[in-house]
């Protein structure tokens, strides 16, 4: 017995213990000694909706960048810096309004090292809802083919040839040489001409536009330094198809560009390569041409084809990679009337049809590279769907004194008659910018506004 009475007591003793635990009352504060919490549990996050995704994917080391949202009425939505690499999900609340339509402007500043400040401002509206944009660097020329030095010249002469208007020299690395005139209309005559370079293909091909508006083309094989070709025009030939363009009948001089390149089936399409058909540089007007004639081969298939002329107070381009233009038809008597010049709300009327415009604003001052200070505003949109522009924010506003958004004059009225619509350009330049290349076609209608 006396053994258990240790046992027995230290039994006693847990029971005790026990049963004093489970008579106390429960803790009214369960919580205490632990960290305070303001989270409510049945409280959640708001659901939030994403209604524009900006990714910047250009270089951005020496420039300060922004990307402005405004919607349909040119009310402020919001406004970002970003740097390359960056990528915003611009929201709303799931139960607020959403977007539908709204403007997308893209800031640029740029003070360079030779004290210029460049302010660059692009406007577009009518940007879907979801939208999702990668806004990557414009794509470079890279097809273009350096072929080197030159192995020597041959001087080239033409009996009997119709007086010349022009002359042009080439081969299929590229443009050699061109002359102009003189041009004596219908005058039989000698052409002489001197170190026309050739390169390691040791072949030129020789272009001719006489004065009585004959285009006509002669291939010479075999050349080597120093050789003293004589032709004779009567063996020049004619091309196997023509394309003839009437110069607007206004009485204006016109900068005149007009340029066609044609590539083997195993050189790539370029801008400075390929035999030069045509390769012009003149001041024109209505009466130089009767009308303007650009030839092509039925051997190639792959050309670069350039119209351009350019005055006071407009201008038209066409340039196509590809296959021969059908056409090239500059608008005759072409007109604009502008209601309201203003960035907000810009109207016109003209009676061109189009498919893409460009309208462009600028204020100036000062001299480039020395001390130019510019700021170029630039809305792409659809014909007749340009939007309600908002101002640039205040923020921004504030950090670039020099900016002067309110001396700004319309400078120009640009129309894409051809090749590319508003939607198309937006698919390339933002949401596919994978298919962006420097080889676009595109044709051109520019009115030039007075300031």
Not at 361 to 386: C, F, H, K
């Amino acid at each position: 017995m006396k053994n258990l009475f240790p046992l027995l007591l230290g039994i006693l003793f847990i029971c005790n213990g026990c049963s004093k635990d489970e008579s106390q009352p429960p803790n009214p504060n369960p919580t205490e000694g632990e960290e305070p919490t303001n989270e409510n549990p049945d409280e959640q996050e708001p659901e939030m909706v994403t209604y524009f995704t900006f990714e910047a994917l250009t270089n951005t080391g020496d420039t300060d960048d922004w990307v402005i949202i405004h919607d349909e009425n040119g009310v402020l939505l919001d406004f970002k810096s970003f740097e390359f690499g960056d990528k915003f999900e611009f929201q709303v609340l799931k139960e607020e309004p959403h977007p539908d339509n709204f403007t997308i402007t893209l800031f640029n500043y740029k003070n360079s090292v030779e004290g210029e400040m460049l302010h660059t401002i692009k406007s577009y509206p009518n940007i879907s809802t979801e939208s999702n944009w990668k806004h990557t660097p414009n794509a470079k020329a890279n097809n273009e083919v350096e072929r080197g030095s030159p192995l020597g010249s041959v001087s080239i002469t033409v009996n009997d040839a119709i007086s010349p208007k022009y002359q042009f020299f080439s081969d299929t690395g590229g443009f050699i040489q061109s002359d102009y005139g003189p041009d004596f209309e219908g005058v039989t005559q000698n052409i002489f001409n001197e170190n026309i370079s050739i390169y390691q293909e040791e072949k030129l091909f020789y272009s001719f536009y006489d004065s009585n508006n004959q285009v006509k083309y002669y291939s010479i094989e075999n050349v080597s330094d120093g050789d003293e070709i004589i032709l004779d025009y009567s063996d020049f030939q004619s091309y196997d198809s023509y394309l003839e363009v009437n110069l607007p009948q206004d009485s204006a001089q016109h900068n005149l560009l007009a340029v066609v390149n044609t590539f083997e089936e195993n050189q790539n399409i370029s801008v400075s390569n390929g035999i030069h058909f045509y390769f012009i540089i003149d001041i024109v007007d209505s009466d130089s041409t009767d009308p303007l004639k650009l030839g092509y081969l039925d051997a190639y298939s792959k050309y670069h084809s350039v119209l351009s002329l350019n005055n006071d107070t407009y201008a038209y381009s066409l340039v196509k990679f590809g296959d021969k233009p059908n056409e090239i038809s500059i608008p005759n008597d072409a007109t604009i009337t502008v209601f309201d010049e203003s960035i907000s709300n810009y109207q016109f009327e003209t009676n061109l049809d189009f498919q893409m415009q460009d309208v462009s604003w600028e204020v100036t001052e000062g001299e480039r590279y020395v001390d130019l200070v510019q700021t170029n505003w630039n809305i792409i949109s659809a014909p007749g769907s340009s939007g309600t522009i908002g101002d640039i924010p205040e923020e921004i506003q504030s950090a670039y004194p020099n900016l002067k958004i309110e001396d700004l004059n319309l400078t120009s009225t640009k129309l894409h008659l051809d090749f590319i619509t508003y939607d198309q350009l937006l698919q390339v330049e933002f949401i596919n910018p994978e298919l962006k290349t420097y080889y676009n076609s595109h044709e051109i209608f520019i009115f030039k506004h007075s300031n």
